[in-house]
């Protein structure tokens, strides 16, 4: 059970009792946990902002409903780490989404954590125990909404705005105490299986349709935060079906919802997904910036268009996407993908907080007016698969309240609150994790290009997995070069960025190394910055890579890690090196055999 884990809640451990109805309530329970006497100023006017002061021998905690649970969660972190916050203490982002792919039927799409803690057999099916540590776990790193179902809605979650309200409804007041709201993805074409003739969104029955339908849903849980929707996306339905343009779409969701204070998410993860591999002047990163951009400042007031971080689809090295920087008058929020579809399926570690610092370094913080990501949890007794994939969780959680986290220093915080170890291990996991991603990026996909991933389950090398199929995922390797030119010369995707950014990606000389290949398409003779050529970088970082997934190893084996995470972890590391070195055989031999250049080094490429 989550209670006997070592885990950064593991000073919570106790169960959350039933019978706790506000935020207040929680906190008061909570603070019994702390140690010392804590007493509670409530002042709605404070929302989810909070003050810590010390008071006599104890602490003294104002804030608004949610604030107050959000003090005492960040008094215990503090006392964990020796760091309390001082001062007003508010998010910045107002909407810290999680979105769980979970599906009715009980499983869950890219999901690496077991089954749906709360779906199965096509219903609701949870233990509510679970659910509100789930809560708990969800508001000790401050999210407040959880998008309940699959953004591609199978039936029959479609009836979450029916028949399943009442299930939804007493879901919703298991995680209302931890100031978590609800949301759920709705299908574009619902009016369709109501008998409706057409569910065109400029269709006045259409549109009195969806209003009836939010009355109704408002009417069970006052507190949703809103519909999130995945339109005209692989195989969705959406707006176009009717000739309409996404603004239109959103909008008539937007105006039915409006009333009681709902967001319409609206993803703009949108592309042609029945490409012929054969047309090179398609090109994939382009296509929202393309859809959207003439789009801005059309929508709704209470619409968000949620964006990808990249271009592509969550892919080990992505550029940010262009959408991010170029939509001026639209409200966006930025997704990003805790569940590790292409970084390794919580079985090899990826640490995110290093490329969301990079993200929000780049993009700027008040480009977005909220946050989003695809959760990592499940039905797996540690929550997350992987003991460390918590960390993604915690992070983001801490990047959500604040963008301006140091990466280095949310990775300490974590492994400070997940483990008694002595210094020096500390700061030997902390490198470790911080370090995890570039390793995995060294013996994946080369230099910014992506989709060398094994089509379907995303996990494992296949360099021309992707090459002849639909989904617009193409290297295009040949026997002199490899890459695409997204320059003005080629499919012109650079040109979506500010002047300043083409210009940066535009030039292969000044072009970031790990972005190189993402925007040119160089001979395997190319010298980089550092004098190697490009083919030798290749196959350099792949051995470098899979020699540090033996490093790891060795500094893990090392560590003072409590089982059963010590267990867990190196059992996945096997399995990480076991990976690593597929990966470097394979797109090793694939470049050799297309370049036919031997390795400077003469390590062992095989045929
Ligand atoms: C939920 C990628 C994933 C899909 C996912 C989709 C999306 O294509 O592979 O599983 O579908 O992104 O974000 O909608």
């Not at 792919?101 to 089954?115: K, L, S």
């Not at 500390?426 to 994790?433: C, D, P, Q, T, V």
Request: net charge negative; proline share 6%.
């Amino acid at each position: 059970m989550w209670q006997t884990r070592k885990a950064w809640l593991k000073d919570w451990a106790a169960p959350v009792p039933e019978g706790l109805h506000t935020p207040l309530q929680t906190a008061e329970f909570e603070a019994r946990q702390v140690g010392a006497p804590v007493s509670f100023t409530v002042d709605k006017a404070a929302g989810e902002s909070y003050t810590i002061g010390q008071a006599g021998d104890g602490w003294q905690i104002t804030g608004g409903e949610a604030g107050v649970l959000y003090g005492v969660y960040a008094l215990a972190h503090g006392l964990k780490t020796g760091k309390i916050p001082q001062g007003r203490q508010a998010p910045f982002y107002a909407l810290r989404m999680i979105n769980a792919w979970d599906n009715m039927d009980g499983t869950v799409e890219r999901g690496y954590a077991g089954r749906s803690m709360w779906f199965e057999g096509g219903a609701f099916s949870y233990d509510p125990a679970r659910i509100r540590q789930l809560g708990r776990l969800l508001a000790s790193v401050g999210i407040n909404t959880l998008c309940v179902n699959n953004v591609n809605v199978h039936q029959p979650a479609q009836h979450l705005v029916d028949t399943l309200l009442p299930d939804l409804a007493a879901f919703a007041e298991l995680l209302r105490p931890f100031g978590v709201r609800l949301m759920i993805s709705i299908d574009f074409s619902l009016p369709l299986q109501y008998g409706l003739p057409t569910a065109d969104p400029m269709d006045a029955a259409v549109a009195a349709w969806w209003a009836d339908r939010a009355r109704a849903v408002w009417q069970a849980i006052p507190d949703l935060a809103g519909f999130l929707v995945k339109a005209d996306s692989e195989h969705r339905p959406g707006p176009n079906a009717y000739g309409r343009t996404h603004a239109e779409g959103a909008n008539m969701l937007a105006r039915a919802i409006a009333p009681y204070g709902g967001v319409l998410v609206w993803r703009a993860f949108v592309y042609n997904c029945m490409q012929d591999w054969r047309d090179t002047k398609t090109d994939r990163p382009c296509a929202a910036y393309d859809l959207y951009r003439p789009l801005d400042g059309q929508f709704d007031g209470n619409v968000i268009l949620q964006v990808k971080h990249g271009p592509f689809d969550f892919q080990v090295r992505e550029p940010l996407s262009p959408l991010l920087l170029g939509m001026k008058n639209t409200a966006m929020d930025i997704e990003f993908q805790l569940a590790q579809e292409y970084t390794g399926h919580q079985i090899d570690l990826y640490a995110m907080p290093p490329m969301w610092r990079e993200v929000f370094d780049q993009m700027g913080k008040e480009r977005v007016r909220a946050i989003a990501a695809v959760s990592n949890l499940g039905r797996d007794e540690n929550w997350v698969g992987h003991p460390f994939a918590m960390l993604n969780l915690f992070a983001y959680g801490r990047f959500a309240w604040n963008p301006d986290e140091d990466a280095e220093d949310v990775i300490r915080q974590w492994v400070k609150m997940t483990y008694d170890m002595c210094p020096d291990d500390e700061n030997s996991l902390m490198k470790l994790l911080l370090n995890s991603r570039t390793v995995y990026e060294k013996y994946t996909a080369p230099l910014g290009l992506c989709w060398m991933v094994r089509p379907g389950d995303h996990y494992g090398p296949s360099p021309y997995g992707y090459e002849f199929d639909a989904w617009g995922t193409y290297n295009r390797a040949s026997r002199d070069a490899v890459g695409i030119d997204r320059t003005e010369k080629g499919t012109g995707y650079a040109a979506q960025y500010p002047a300043e950014l083409k210009a940066l990606y535009e030039d292969p000389a000044q072009c970031p190394d790990e972005m190189l290949l993402f925007f040119h398409r160089l001979p395997y003779d190319h010298i980089m910055r550092d004098g190697r050529t490009l083919i030798q970088r290749i196959y350099d970082d792949h051995f470098e890579g899979c020699e540090e997934t033996e490093r790891m190893r060795d500094a893990l084996a090392a560590l003072s890690l409590p089982e059963p995470d010590r267990t867990e972890v190196m059992e996945r590391m096997e399995m990480q090196i076991a990976n690593a070195r597929e990966w470097r055989d394979i797109v090793n031999t694939f470049f050799h055999r297309f370049s036919g250049v031997d390795d400077a080094q003469g390590r062992k490429i095989f045929e």
